[in-house]
Structures are given as structure tokens and as C-alpha cells.
């Protein structure tokens, strides 16, 4: 394995935990799948399909996504947005990632 | 478009029953967005290729309907380290006994009863049959093994305790299975019945005085070396006591087999024929070969208890 395919691998990692707080931060204004997908992208987080849609299914069974059928553009699209359960859970995981921030800062500061 | 239902379609048929219809009309609802964005950029309707290419970032089916079920294994990675070494044991034992069984009944006996071929086959059949049966127990184990939390609940302190040793669950694990195999060979095999289940194909035997004896002594036997490595297959530990009941298990099992192979034939004629009584003596035959080759791998066994016995006691 290349220098570059180990690097890719570990950010990959790295980002998988961040998705569903990705993921939940975008619900909290209304989307569908794919524009769900193509606001995740143009705030620079590249997501595949086929990890994302099956997601926001599982964040929707756990409660903390609300979705409706509804009609736009003649065509019948699923519209996710966060629930309550979801805002409250969104707001300590936020918590959660700005202390992981700052002990990694910390660390980071302590070991230059 | 046909492509479209095709792929959705795959999907489909490897979705749980429940959401099924759910799940497809949203990924064909996505599919129709992306299309209808081509559309919009080019103003004519997408062509095969660029349905092709959507597809293609929507993923493989196989891993999009993955994607929507829990993660399923028949063994995961904490057991397949001990599943892999058990099965290549496991598969080498059997393999061995079988092979022992054919070459000494054809040297013995000078009668060649199988093609080189067919040799082949036979053992390969007895490897098959071997990894069914251990990768049987360790799914089992793996299911298990998630309920019953056995590797949440492990002792660390047990590692360093001296009146306590480190157990492999490889080691428990193998004579479960091969405490397991000989008890159905024993008991459904040859059965209880004097007549023996061979009467019906013409081939008058009946058990001799020797089966008498040895049949529940084997049983019991049998039974408590189960439910002992059962035990040990979840405690994962040895203590001295432990190992004084392995040994003696050991032991009368050494006895009880090397009684079988010097009091002689297990199996007798019930009339005079000169044939069946040249078949009858490589069966006794090989009964005697399988019985030495289980002595050999039970004081292999005894000796490792031993060897974690003086661990012990230093």
C-alpha cells in the first residue's frame, strides 16, 4: 500500500465519524436525498451515494430524522429534515466534537 | 427507462421484505432527480451511456442493498483467528485417521478396496464433512457468543493469577468437536443392538462380550468429557482442579481403549461364511487402528495438560 492510499484510507476513517453530525447539521433545513447530497458536497464533504441514502434511513428509524412524500417539480421526492430528538442529540454531539477539537489542538500544541 | 428498472430491480431482490417498496421508490426517485439535472443542463433527455454513469455513482446493488441491512457474517473477526486454526486441526485429524484406516486395512489385509481416485474423494468428502461440522460450532459460537457477552465479561486479573492459567478456547473447542463426532459414531453407528444395523444387507454380525462392557463406561465417558469442555469452552481457564479431571479423563480414556484393542474382536459372525468373515476381520481391524490413533492424540492431549499442570505448580 502506497504512502497515499494509507493516507486515504485513515481519512476516510476519520470522516466516517463525522458524517452523521454532517449530515444532521444539513437536515436542519429541509432536503431531499440528492440535494442533501450535492449541499454535503458543496460544503466539502464527499459522501457516496450508496453510503448516504442508507443513512439518513437509519438516522430516520432511530428518530432523529423526520420524512415526508411530497410532490415537486411533478415528481414525488422523500424530504428528510431533523426532528427534536435529533436537535437535542445534534446539539451534544456538537459539544462532543468541539471538546474532541480542542483536546486534539491541545495535543497537537503540547507536542510542536 | 428499462436500465433504470433493471438496476432497481436488482436492488430489490436483496431487500428485507419490509421496506422493500419504500427503499425503491426513493432510490427511483433520486435516479429521476439526477436525470432530470442532465435534463436541465443539456435540455434533452439523458441517452443510455449518461443513465449508465448515474448508475454507476449510485453504486454496485449488491453493495446499495448491503448498505440498507446490519452488517451480517457467519463468523466475525474476533473468532475466525481460532476458527481457521481449529478447522486446519480438525480437517488434519480426520483426514489422518481415515487415511490410516485405509492404508493399514490394505497392507494388512492385502486386499485393495479403493481406486487411488476414489482415495481422494473419500478423504475429501471427510474434510468436507469435518468443516461443516466446525464451522457449524463456531457460527453457533459467534451467535452465542454476542448474547451470552463472553467477550465483555472476560477477567483480565485471571492472566496474572497464579493459581490460574491462561486457557486456549482452540483446545476446548477441538475436543468438544471430536467428543462430539465420536459420540454419534458410537452410538448411531454401531447402535445398542446386538443384531447390528448391518443385518438388513446380509451381513450377519453381532457385538461381542467386549461392546458389552465398554459401551456405557464410553458413553459416560463421552458425556462428562463434553459437558466439561462445553464448560471450559466459556471459561477459557485452567485451575488445578480443572486440570486434574481433564487428566483423569485422559486416562480412563487411555484405558478403556487400550482394554478395547488387547480384549479383541468388537465384532462377531453369527454363522459360518468365509467371506464375511475376511470383511469382519478388517473391520475389527480397523476399529483397533481408530482406537490407536485416538490413544495417540488423547496422550498428545494429556501431555499439554500436564505441561500447564507443572506450570502451575512452579
Redesign the interface.
Known amino acids: 500500500m502506497s504512502e497515499q492510499e494509507k493516507l486515504d484510507k485513515l481519512k476516510q476513517e476519520l470522516r466516517r465519524g463525522a458524517l452523521v453530525l454532517a449530515v444532521l447539521l444539513q437536515l436542519r433545513q429541509e432536503h431531499y436525498g440528492y440535494s442533501l447530497r450535492k449541499a454535503l458536497i458543496d460544503a466539502g464533504i464527499e459522501i457516496e451515494e450508496s453510503t448516504l441514502y442508507p443513512l439518513i434511513r437509519r438516522l430516520e428509524t432511530q428518530g432523529l430524522l423526520n420524512s415526508e412524500w411530497r410532490e415537486e417539480a411533478k415528481r414525488k421526492k422523500r424530504f428528510y429534515r431533523i426532528s427534536d430528538m435529533g436537535q437535542t442529540i445534534l446539539q451534544q454531539l456538537v459539544k462532543e466534537w468541539q471538546s474532541m477539537n480542542q483536546s486534539i489542538e491541545q495535543i497537537s500544541t503540547t507536542l510542536d | 427507462m428499462k436500465l433504470v428498472e433493471n438496476y432497481l430491480g436488482e436492488v430489490a431482490s436483496q431487500l428485507p421484505q419490509t ?1 422493500k417498496e419504500d ?1 425503491i ?3 427511483g ?2 435516479i ?3 436525470m ?1 439535472d442532465i435534463t436541465e443542463r443539456s435540455g434533452t433527455e439523458p441517452n443510455e451511456t449518461q443513465v449508465a454513469s448515474i448508475l454507476k ?4 446493488p449488491n ?2 442493498a448491503a ?2 441491512g446490519a452488517q451480517q457474517y457467519l463468523i466475525g473477526p474476533s473468532l475466525f483467528h481460532p476458527y481457521k486454526k481449529v478447522l486446519k486441526l480438525t480437517v488434519f485429524a480426520v483426514v489422518t485417521i481415515q487415511l490410516l484406516v485405509v492404508l493399514s486395512s490394505t497392507i494388512f489385509t492385502d486386499v485393495v478396496r479403493i481406486s487411488a481416485i476414489g482415495l481422494l474423494f473419500h478423504l475429501a468428502s471427510a474434510a468436507l464433512y469435518t468443516g461443516f461440522w466446525v464451522t457449524v460450532a463456531f457460527a453457533t459460537m459467534e451467535y452465542s457468543g454476542e448474547k451470552l457477552d463472553w467477550f465483555d465479561k472476560w477477567e483480565p486479573l485471571l492472566l496474572s493469577n497464579a493459581k490460574r492459567i491462561a486457557a486456549t478456547r482452540e483446545n476446548a473447542i477441538s475436543n468438544v468437536i471430536t467428543d462430539a463426532v465420536v459420540f454419534i459414531w458410537w452410538n448411531n453407528w454401531f447402535g445398542r443392538d446386538h443384531d447390528m444395523p448391518f443385518t438388513p444387507n446380509d451381513f450377519p454380525v453381532m457385538a461381542t462380550g467386549v461392546y458389552d462392557i465398554v459401551y456405557w463406561p464410553i458413553n459416560v465417558l463421552l458425556i462428562t468429557s463434553l459437558a466439561f469442555y462445553t464448560w471450559q469452552i466459556v471459561q477459557c481457564y485452567w485451575t488445578k482442579l480443572r486440570l486434574q479431571v481433564a487428566i483423569i479423563i485422559d486416562i480412563v480414556s487411555v484405558i478403556v481403549m487400550g482394554y478395547m484393542i488387547q480384549a479383541g474382536d468388537l465384532f462377531a459372525l453369527k454363522v459360518t461364511d468365509e467371506n464375511a468373515a475376511i470383511i469382519l476381520d478388517k473391520v475389527n481391524f480397523s476399529v483397533s487402528v481408530v482406537l490407536a490413533v485416538i490413544i495417540g492424540f488423547v496422550l498428545y492431549d494429556m501431555y499439554g495438560h500436564l505441561k500447564n499442570w507443572r506450570k502451575l505448580a512452579s
Request: net charge negative; proline share 0%.
Open positions: 421496506d427503499i421508490a426513493e432510490l426517485s433520486i429521476e432527480a439526477k432530470d455513482e449510485m453504486g454496485h453493495k446499495v448498505q440498507y
